[in-house]
């Protein structure tokens, strides 16, 4: 969320953002939260200003035992007792008032960034680059991967929809070890540029999970646990970033850089869906994830390095992909700047999303009140970014889909020591 001396300052800047997003009905809410705020510190002015009037009387009553007058001892013993009730009363407003701020904080959508194209949806998202070749195939050649997996024995779609429902599948055989093999090398590849691996807990309480998204976005997409404040994660971002839940960190020894393997699991609710067989979109699936605490100066020289990791991850698996800015309209509330990295299909002749990058700034951390210090002790919140390296289900779906021949499907070659073969021969 936004800091509340932000919106008291410069509300102008706020509400012009607001505009940029096209969502003026929130308009509104600036002006309450700065109303709210004002009855706050006034409140908090009249609560303080009674504690020094109980530290006065405190000592006009010791100057009145002194001087053996007992009757304005008395008196002033009677005034100074009464000024706790009214500082407990004055503490109550306060703090419902805090939670109303709060709340309304949380509606209220990050800064964008400058570089962010002003767009009412995602058709003014704008693609500002494209890389690598894309192979041409006859019309009779190309088959979906749903197609390959299910002719060539690598998987089964019917039985796990019988088991599960739809969006789970079994890998099997040379597809299963495929799987493993993207794992392997992402991890490895995430070594090499000097990251620190985590596995995190595939499950948040309330709070925790919360933090990452607006709430809408989290009810759209997380699994809850019955009766427990316990919520399987849609993404490994979630727990790395509830990792440093209320911790402050020395500016030294920023960046801290992760990245992490994990299952995710998402219920996929609104216009998508799960509308299509296959590995595209599932609840669940494996994916390896970066993250990244920073000083806030330094989050967008991050968001161009994550994004540098990202591509070359696709370079290197000679994936054919381009790369798409997110305009105001369709950038998520707690995202200041976001992308994302496209792979094409050449059965649908089209791209689809296979990576996404986030710098949202102060606005996760915030929440959960993550700062920084420096050497003369200073705080601050500091700033969050996230990238997708790799979710094995659609790049798999990608190496199976643009490397099919008419005898195999090529396995890229920077995966040949991981998944121990170098193509699936397709049956004849």
Known sequence: MLDIKLIRENPRLVKE???????????????????????????KYEADSLRNERNKISE?????????????????????????????????????????????????????????????DESKNKVIKKSGRIKKLEKKEIKNHVELIES?????????????????????????????????????????????YIESPLMLNESSIYASMDRKAIEESVYSIKNEDLNLIGTAEQSLLAMHSNDVLKEEELPKKYFSYSMCFRKEIGSHGINEKGLWRTHQFNKVEQFIFCKPEDSEKYYNELLKNSEEVLKLLKLPYRIVEFCSGALSDWKHRSADLEVYRPTLKDYGEVMSLSNCTDYQARKLNIKCIDKHGNRRILHTLNDTLLATSRIMVAILENFQTKDSIKIPKVLWKYAGFKEIKLRI
Do not use: C
């Open 17 to 43: 953002n607001i505009k940029k997003k096209f969502q003026d009905e929130k308009l509104a809410l600036v002006n309450e939260i700065i109303k709210k705020d004002e009855e706050w510190r006034r409140l």
């Open 60 to 120: 006009e009553i010791n100057k009145a035992k002194k001087a053996k007058d007992e009757k304005l001892a008395v008196e002033l013993i009677k005034q100074a007792k009464e000024i706790p009730e009214k500082i407990k009363n004055i503490e109550g407003e306060t703090e419902i008032l805090e939670g109303e701020i709060k709340r309304l904080l949380l509606e209220i959508p990050n800064i964008i960034s400058k570089k962010t194209p002003i767009g009412k």
């Open 152 to 196: 060539l024995d690598l998987g089964d779609f019917e039985k796990s929809a019988e088991v599960s429902g739809k969006g789970f599948y079994y890998l099997k055989n040379k597809l299963g070890l495929l799987n493993q093999a993207l794992i392997r090398f992402a991890i490895d590849f995430m070594k090499k540029k000097n990251y620190e």
